[in-house]
């Protein structure tokens, strides 16, 4: 297993846990806690896309003889750049700062369009 | 991976990158000054549930199932390429406004795939019947490892 993909499944898995934490929170009276859209966005790009993209880097088809599972720097920049947006929400959530929102659209698309971008390479035939 | 699941795949992403397009503007719609884009939210959900999850699950599982030892070893090839047809055209028509139409479509092409996948899920592999001879097989091969 390579290491973007042990990275990526262990991110993915402390952010579940802590989307646990934020679920019990909204439930419990008087916790406080995070709002709804953050905590289905722990879910589905802190867990399930770090899982995905992270098991997709691994078991897709070869890239190439030379690259075998492409430009892994594009891997990193993907994990980073989703990671990184998904926490400038949590942040900008909140505490409402409307740059911090901004930044984290723009940290999360790219990261996003990047791990598509490196995966599209993978999805071929034999 | 056969072509039906590289087409599926290949589409989930793009669906990806265009859900994403869309979340990211929802998300940034108050400090741009356009809260009206938050009417986008239940097509940006549809597409990353529908178009980009489920369908890479419905590209992955095609690939990665257990074959039959029939001469089609992944089913036949028409039903499967209407699952992903219509699984795609319902997600436009969803996002679209077309609730009725497309729902229909997605639910068809999850039945559709729901049977013609049921029949792999089999036990398949070193080790996976857990019986003797198989079970024998799999010692040798880690003893090889």
Redesign the interface.
């Given at each position: 297993m390579p290491a973007v993909t042990r990275w990526s499944i262990r991110t993915g898995l402390l952010l579940l846990a802590a989307a646990m934490v934020v679920g019990m929170m909204q439930v419990i009276p008087g916790s406080g806690g995070l709002p709804y859209p953050s905590y289905l966005h722990l879910i589905?790009v802190g867990w399930?896309s770090n899982l995905?993209f992270g098991v997709a880097h691994w078991m897709?088809?070869r890239a190439s003889a030379a690259q075998p599972r492409g430009d892994e720097r594009l891997a990193w920049a993907g994990w980073g750049l989703l990671n990184a947006g998904l926490l400038c929400?949590l942040v900008g959530e909140s505490f409402p700062i409307?740059?911090t929102?901004?930044a984290?659209?723009?940290l999360?698309?790219l990261g996003?369009?990047t791990w598509?971008a490196h995966?599209?390479s993978r999805?071929?035939?034999? | 991976m056969p072509s039906l699941s590289v087409w599926s795949v290949r589409a989930s992403l793009t669906w990806l990158a265009v859900g994403a397009l869309m979340g990211a503007l929802i998300l940034a719609r108050v400090p741009l000054g356009h809260p009206e884009w938050g009417a986008w939210i239940p097509a940006h959900a549809e597409i990353m549930l529908m178009g980009w999850m489920v369908q890479l699950a419905f590209g992955v599982a095609h690939w990665i199932l257990p074959r039959q030892p029939t001469a089609e070893g992944r089913g036949l090839l028409a039903p499967v390429v209407a699952v992903v047809v219509l699984l795609n055209v319902g997600v436009v028509l969803v996002v679209t406004g077309h609730l009725m139409v497309g729902r229909t479509l997605e639910t068809v092409a999850a039945l559709g795939f729901a049977l013609q996948g049921i029949p792999r899920i089999r036990a398949s592999g070193w080790g996976a019947t857990g019986k003797e001879g198989d079970l024998v097989r799999l010692k040798k091969r880690v003893e090889m490892v």
């Open positions: 589905t399930l995905i897709f088809p929400r409307p740059e929102l901004v984290s659209a723009l999360q698309l996003v369009w598509a995966l599209w999805v071929k035939g034999k | -």
